[in-house]
Nanobody
Framework: QVQLVASGGGFVQAGGSPRLSCAAS????????MGWFRQAPGKEREFVAR????????YDADSVKGRFTISRDNTKNTVYLQMNSLKPEDTAVYYC??????????????WGQGTQVTVSS
């Protein structure tokens, strides 16, 4: 089993640049790729970004491309999501996921509890 704990969310003004963290524990050798998803009220969970096991390959959703950056530090078993130039439409609960390398939520084996990001205009 792998446990994921996300942190770093909160209230942010538009244009802000918070960084989310997701710390993995347990059988982290099985986490392989990791990703970030988000879910806004009344909407389906959507893909944000993914990163390969080594961190050498990443892919971002068009909605965040050029503004968000996913990275990881395998020595700390942690994946990050640097968010820049936030917009009110980025408001959502952000979830980290592990055990996959895909834009499809169902392809991940483990999920964190989510961290709320609220962007005020």
């Amino acid at each position: 089993q792998v446990q994921l704990v996300a942190s770093g969310g909160g209230f942010v003004q538009a244009g802000g640049s918070p960084r989310l963290s997701c710390a993995a524990s347990g059988r982290t050798s099985s986490t392989s790729g990791m990703g970030w998803f988000r879910q806004a009220p009344g909407k389906e969970r959507e893909f944000v970004a993914r990163i390969s096991r080594s961190g050498s390959s990443t892919y971002d959703a068009d909605s965040v491309k050029g503004r968000f950056t996913i990275s990881r530090d395998n020595t700390k078993n942690t994946v990050y999501l640097q968010m820049n130039s936030l917009k009110p439409e980025d408001t959502a609960v952000y979830y980290c996921a592990a055990g996959g390398y895909s834009a499809i939520a169902g392809n991940y084996d483990y999920w964190g509890q989510g961290t709320q990001v609220t962007v005020s205009s």
